[in-house]
């Protein structure tokens, strides 16, 4: 079986003028969906332990806020940068204010945080003692970094919606048997969103599928084990008739009819041969970020597309899953590998290895069983197939 993970769509909302959030109504939603939320037991227990005693003053970041009003387009991760001076230090961040913000992936537009430095230590707490989602007028928009009730969105949505849908690890290279593309409308060499394409095999009921190339194999950079296939993704299609077969004209004998399909987003051209897979369905689980309770020692796989260097805002395969305890969230450290050189002050010349240097974070969104896709979220480098991943 390949591991494939329901995935969240754009989150993306036209907001009508005029149109009010109803605290009550969104925190209703909110409380109903708690038991959905990754939230660890050490991160649970960390938030208690730090809600008792506070952040030492010197964990905060040197400008962190005494007052900040949350606003539409901040992210926990942002809002993790204002206060501490590790971000992927978050349970810190719901720790400081346990009692008010129960849910800490739930934190809205418009409350006011506040940050009480007293005793010597620090406390985070939202304004007033209503720790609700407010009400909030909403303008006509397209919200893309809020959840569907209103809360911030963990990391901005943006960077990483595309490849939720796109990026795919099959275990085995399951798309040699997917149905394929056997024809197209007039005999087009290439196909475009909106033409028609032709495609043989079992559809298993569905109607929305997406379009692959044939599948990449992707190795360990260090211990050459095969780990998964990355399809090359080209688009979508959505089915529009089913196929069959129909009787010969001359009355011998049938004749195969192929499912008709619409090409409804593209990538890049789609053309015979190209792979059907069907379209997972939506999961509005929050990510939040926290650094790995294990230690781990990964390798960047590749590059996502064609690309040899990556840098801020792109994604990266890396060789460390599910097997190997990888969450969605986790925030990893990026080291560069140190180069060669010359002690030119020794006479023998020895060949010397630099030590490696930390050049980034990593923020994983999709955990496969031994491979995982994660999002640059800065960079010294570019970064490069083999590179080390270590916890932060």
């Known amino acids: 079986m390949s591991e494939h993970f329901p995935v969240p769509g754009r989150r993306q909302l036209l907001v009508c003028a005029g149109m009010t959030a109803l605290a009550g109504a969104a925190g209703?939603?909110?409380?109903?969906?708690?038991?959905?939320?990754?939230?660890?037991?050490?991160?649970?227990?960390?938030?208690?332990?730090?809600?008792?005693?506070?952040?030492?003053?010197e964990d905060?970041?040197?400008?962190?806020?005494?007052?900040?009003?949350?606003?539409?387009?901040?992210?926990?991760?942002?809002?993790?940068?204002?206060?501490?001076?590790?971000?992927?230090?978050?349970?810190q961040l719901w720790g400081m204010n346990l009692e008010?913000?129960?849910?800490?992936?739930?934190?809205?537009?418009?409350?006011?945080?506040?940050?009480?430095?007293?005793g010597g230590r620090a406390r985070l707490r939202v304004a007033g003692s209503d720790a609700g989602p407010p009400t909030v007028k909403l303008s006509p928009a397209v919200r893309s970094e809020l959840l569907d009730n209103g809360a911030i969105a963990s990391i901005p949505l943006h960077l990483i919606g595309p490849f939720l849908n796109e990026a795919v690890i099959?275990?085995?290279?399951?798309?040699?048997?997917?149905?394929?593309?056997?024809?197209?409308?007039?005999?087009?060499?290439?196909?475009?969103?909106g033409e028609i394409a032709y495609v043989r095999g079992e559809l298993g009921g569905a109607r929305d599928f997406r379009i692959f190339r044939e599948a990449r194999p992707l190795h360990d950079p260090v211990t050459r084990e095969l780990l998964g296939y990355e399809g090359q993704y080209v688009g979508s299609a959505e089915l529009l008739r089913a196929g069959g077969t129909v009787t010969a004209p001359d009355g011998k004998g049938t004749e195969i009819v192929p499912a008709t399909f619409t090409?409804?987003?593209?990538?890049q051209e789609a053309g015979i041969g190209?792979?059907?897979?069907?379209?997972?369905?939506?999961?509005?689980?929050?990510?939040?970020?926290?650094?790995?309770?294990?230690?781990?020692?990964?390798?960047?796989?590749?590059?996502?597309?064609?690309?040899?260097?990556?840098?801020?805002?792109?994604?990266?395969?890396?060789?460390?899953?599910?097997?190997?305890?990888?969450?969605?969230?986790?925030?990893?450290?990026?080291?560069?590998?140190?180069?060669?050189a010359i002690d030119r002050t020794d006479p023998q010349r020895p060949t010397m290895r630099l030590p490696d240097e930390r050049n980034g974070l990593l923020f994983v969104f999709r955990v496969f069983e031994r491979l995982s896709y994660a999002l640059i979220l800065n960079v010294n480098e570019p970064v490069t197939r083999g590179d080390r991943i270590s916890p932060p």
């Open 100 to 118: 008010q913000i129960r849910n800490p992936h739930l934190i809205f537009p418009g409350q006011v945080l506040v940050l009480d430095k007293s």
């Open 274 to 340: 190209d792979r059907l897979w069907q379209a997972p369905p939506a999961d509005w689980t929050a990510y939040v970020p926290h650094a790995p309770a294990a230690d781990l020692d990964g390798r960047v796989v590749s590059i996502y597309g064609e690309g040899l260097r990556a840098g801020q805002n792109q994604i990266v395969a890396i060789n460390q899953g599910r097997r190997e305890g990888v969450e969605r969230g986790h925030v990893l450290a990026l080291w560069r590998a140190g180069s060669q």
């Open 170 to 193: 099959f275990e085995r290279d399951e798309l040699d048997g997917a149905p394929r593309i056997v024809a197209t409308q007039e005999g087009r060499v290439m196909l475009s969103r």
């Open 60 to 91: 905060l970041a040197p400008d962190a806020p005494e007052r900040y009003t949350v606003r539409r387009r901040d992210t926990l991760w942002d809002i993790s940068k204002l206060y501490l001076k590790s971000p992927w230090r978050w349970p």
């Open 263 to 267: 090409i409804r987003s593209i990538r």
């Open 28 to 57: 209703a939603v909110a409380h109903a969906a708690e038991p959905r939320f990754p939230i660890t037991p050490q991160q649970r227990a960390t938030a208690r332990q730090v809600a008792e005693a506070g952040v030492p003053l």
